[in-house]
């Protein structure tokens, strides 16, 4: 995509833009069904190694599916699915160099927390005193090291959450499936374990899949992610390119929050191109366009961070529209206006609250401007 | 006030029952069990008499001692009576067990809509008479019954088999009868378990059967523990499935009790074996109280 270019490839970590490196795990045309419901319709998809890949979707559109496919719980109906250089379609979950943070947990109850993490490692009988090492390590990892005599029920939400993850970290997997392993945490818990989970990641350097239904959660964790809709794959890129540039009307909704505004591509240029969406409205500007041509239908989509909001007409803009503040939903750092236009549409555009309350500038019914570059927002079908 | 006369009645309505149903047929009991055979109505002597005030309390008091339960030591018939209750009732259990686990897995693995029905399917002997089932069970282990009929027919057996009045018939009695005890809780073991275990066993390196050594099994202890008292401790007091399946030499606590009552007459040494039968039974009930306690601090 265009933003690629403008990063350097040499320092960051980018192999799916490197047409050399081989995928560690190869969805190919792969279509799950149970009975006559199709639950993953022709999906293919490269992962690579060291890779920390999201799978991010509304409930039920398939996530926990591939995990499954990945772990061995599910065979494919059809396609195949490759680690490394082999077919795993037909091989049993107890034999792929893969493990899975299940999103119960799934700890042993009647084990302590020792005994769950050594729990594979027995079975793939280690030494025992290999295996004692590795506890500790995996104890130490985890921060759980004064808890490794303690039974599962004996422990906060947070403590099982990791334990759950030392065990699946345990036997070095290849690959690592965590099934929304943050879900049952409070939001603060949830925040500081994604940045362990970055941390953990980064210094096995081991290949991660993360399930998740929150966006934020993907965007802070993942080196790129696959948005889900029912069975399909919308889009795969890296946080940014999803969220800068998403491709479909879908996944500009799914993450985070966005304006889109319908109408007619005219007045293409050099620069650009121009969407009329309202009559008696200045049309509005979008640059980079070149693959769209006039007399299309099309979507303009800009997120609210990037419209900004101001009492007098701005001089020397790309776009301005007017339009009245319809209601202020103030969260704090951030304040969100809902302003509304000529057409009736309440547009969104989002200030950060660098005065305190009471000296805010604007207050309901005022008439604003508001204001954007050409390069701000996207063009969508 | 009245609330806590409420309450009192409310705990105490319970004792009271237990007392009039247990403790004072058990005092009396153990009164007969000290007495000495009398041929009279009843036949036991001493008998309570207030009549003679003071001096007859202390006679009779005085008149009651624990000859029976000496006698229950010195005479084989007891001992081995006992030993060869508590054989017959562990062995039963062992064949319960390994009956009943393979079925409540089953019942626990199946679809989840056929569940009630096949639950429904383990309770519904209990809607006949039990006497009436063990009495069936004579038309099928007779030497001209309906099993060796079928063997015959089929040719596993030239010569019919000689089932009814043995052992062999009181054990298949006792496991028939008490299959459901053992059934259940193994069942509500395994149902609730969590089926997400087994695959987090699996993906850890367990093939399905190590899975179930090292998960299933362990987890569903509880209910093999529950199961196994409720079929150990009714089947070492069983009279009727040994009286009508077992043959002469079957010796059962409950059979002897019952011929010492009403063959011999001897009421006083059969409320003694009663006494100690009671007895007997206290230490597996206890042990059985006690790990259902841990069993429910354990889900908490
Ligand atoms: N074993 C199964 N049998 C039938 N339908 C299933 C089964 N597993 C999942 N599904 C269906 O497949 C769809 C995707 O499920 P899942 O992968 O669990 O979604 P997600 O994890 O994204 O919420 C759902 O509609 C679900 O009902
Ligand atoms: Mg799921």
Redesign the pocket.
């Given at each position: 995509m265009n933003t690629s270019s403008a990063k350097k490839p040499s320092a960051r970590f980018a192999p799916w833009d490197n047409p050399d490196e081989k995928p560690l795990v190869r969805f190919k045309n792969v279509t799950k069904r149970?009975?006559s419901?199709t639950?993953?319709d022709d999906i293919s998809l490269d992962i690579y190694e060291r890779e920390f890949f999201a799978?991010l979707?509304?409930?039920?559109?398939?996530?926990?599916?591939?995990?499954?496919m990945l772990a061995g719980f599910?065979t494919p109906s059809e396609g195949i699915i490759s680690l490394g250089d082999d077919d795993i379609g037909a091989v049993p979950p107890y034999k792929r160099p893969v493990n899975m943070m299940f999103q119960s947990y799934a700890l042993f109850p009647h084990m302590t927390v020792e005994a769950n993490i050594a729990f594979g490692l027995k079975q793939d009988k280690w030494p025992k005193n290999l295996i004692a090492e590795r506890v500790e390590e995996m104890l130490s990892l985890v921060q759980l090291r004064k808890f490794a005599k303690r039974k599962p029920h004996q422990l906060s939400g947070g403590q099982r959450q990791r334990v759950a993850l030392a065990r699946s970290l345990a036997k070095k997997p290849k690959l690592l499936l965590l099934?929304?392993p943050l879900g049952a945490l409070d939001k603060k818990l949830r925040e500081q374990t994604q940045f362990e989970l970055m941390d953990i990641q980064e210094k096995l350097g081991m290949t991660f899949v993360i399930?998740t239904?929150d966006q934020e959660e993907a965007m802070t964790v993942a080196s790129r992610i696959a948005v889900?809709d029912d069975?399909k794959i919308m889009q795969v890129a890296t946080p940014e390119v999803i969220y800068e540039y998403p491709n479909s009307r879908y996944v500009a909704d799914f993450i985070g929050d966005v304006n889109i505004i319908e109408g007619r591509l005219d007045h293409k240029t050099e620069e650009g191109i121009q969407l009329a969406w309202a009559e008696g409205e200045p049309e509005i500007k979008i640059a980079n366009n070149a693959s769209r041509s006039e007399n299309e239908n099309a979507c303009f989509a800009i997120r609210p961070e990037k419209v900004h909001v101001t009492r007098d007409e701005p001089q020397g803009v790309d776009n301005k529209i007017k339009g009245q503040i319809d209601d202020i939903a103030y969260v704090g750092n951030l304040s969100t206006y809902h302003v509304r236009l000529s057409n009736g549409m309440i547009f969104k555009a989002q200030e950060s609250n660098i005065r305190r309350l009471a000296n805010r500038e604007f207050t309901w019914e005022d008439h604003v401007w508001l204001s954007w570059r050409s390069t701000a927002g996207v063009l969508l079908d | 006030m009245d609330r806590k006369l409420g309450r009192f009645l409310l705990i105490g309505i319970p004792y009271f029952w237990l007392f009039l149903l247990f403790l004072v047929p058990f005092g009396i009991v153990l009164k007969i069990s000290l007495s000495d055979v009398a041929v009279a109505i009843p036949p036991y002597t001493p008998t309570f008499d207030l009549d003679n005030g003071w001096e007859g309390i202390k006679a009779f008091v005085g008149n009651l001692d624990f000859e029976n339960y000496v006698w229950l030591t010195e005479d084989d018939l007891y001992w081995s009576s006992y030993l060869s209750s508590l054989k017959i009732a562990f062995v039963s259990t062992v064949l319960s067990l390994l009956i009943g686990y393979p079925l409540a897995y089953s019942m626990a693995k199946a679809p989840s809509e056929w569940r009630p029905t096949l639950l429904m399917l383990i309770i519904l002997p209990f809607w006949t008479s039990f006497l009436i089932r063990v009495y069936a069970w004579i038309g099928i282990l007779k030497t001209e019954g309906l099993l060796n009929q079928l063997l015959m027919f089929v040719g596993v057996v030239d010569d019919p088999l000689h089932i009814l009045n043995t052992d062999t018939a009181v054990y298949i009695g006792i496991v028939y009868s008490y299959l459901p005890f053992m059934v259940l809780p193994l069942y509500s073991a395994l149902e609730k378990m969590d089926g997400s275990l087994l695959e987090a066993a699996q993906d850890l390196g367990c093939t399905a059967i190590s899975a179930f050594w090292k998960v299933t099994l362990p987890l569903s202890i509880p209910g093999i523990i529950a199961g196994s008292f409720l079929v150990f401790i009714p089947a070492i007091g069983e009279f009727v499935i040994p009286d009508l399946l077992g043959g002469s030499d079957t010796k059962m606590i409950g059979k002897t009790l019952w011929v010492e009552f009403f063959s011999n007459r001897d009421w006083p040494v059969a409320s003694a074996v009663a006494v100690l039968l009671l007895l007997l039974l206290i230490v597996p009930i206890v042990l059985f109280q006690k790990q259902q306690e841990r069993a429910q601090e354990a889900e908490q």
């Open positions: 149970f009975g419901f639950a993953i799978l979707g509304p409930s039920g559109c398939g996530k926990t599916t591939m995990m499954r599910e099934d929304e399930v239904h889900m069975g | -």
